[in-house]
């Protein structure tokens, strides 16, 4: 017991310890993930995320102390976005012959998105700050948090409806696409990277690498594009 005490005292005193808790974490609910035959409802990034937050609560810490350790994997996420470009490039002569449908499906998923979650959001008698909130949903949380705060909306509940959107779409994606009877893993990968961003990119990777290399260009594209799309959406929202 002293030997556990011991070692939480180093930890605490030391950044690290954040991303000691976000490993650990992690690492327990894959494994529980792995063992439940990768149930959609067992995803590890969502009870990963529970289990930190209830340590942080339980514990009383605040989050900047736990983020001083933490923000070692938050750096990885750039280089991880564009090591998606390796997959992607086996995947570069099927690229050439599906450019044209892609790009179409890219604009109108994003522009769906958008109206769908300020539409819903109104009809459930949300406030105007929500409504633009929710608008980014489906954009990658660095920059549906950028465009939140440019459009008027609150950058940290965005983060809040990207995550959620994240572990949903990963979720129900691959029910739906059995549902619909949609076999093309192209098709699938572009709908989970545009609808359900680096979740669904993971999910993806999951069910087939090319899937998930299609998924990974679709989430950065829509990112991209994003800076054109949105504004042009909340425009036409806002003449309504």
Known sequence: MQTHSAIWVYLSASPLWGLTLTLVCYLLALKIYRQANHHPLLNPVGWSILMIITVLVVGDISYPSYFSGAQF???????????????????LE????????????????MTVSGFSAYFIAQALGASEQTMLSMIPKSVTAPVAMGIAEKTGGLPTLTAVFVVMTGIFGAFIGTSLFKLFRIQDDTVKGVAMGVTAHGLGTARSFQVSPEMGAFAGLAMALAASLSAFVLPVVLSLLKSF
């Open 73 to 91: 994997i938050h750096f990885l996420l750039g280089p991880v976005t564009v090591a998606l470009a390796i997959p992607l490039f086996f995947q």
């Open 94 to 109: 099927k690229l050439k012959k599906v450019w044209l449908p892609l790009s179409v499906a890219l604009v109108v998923g």
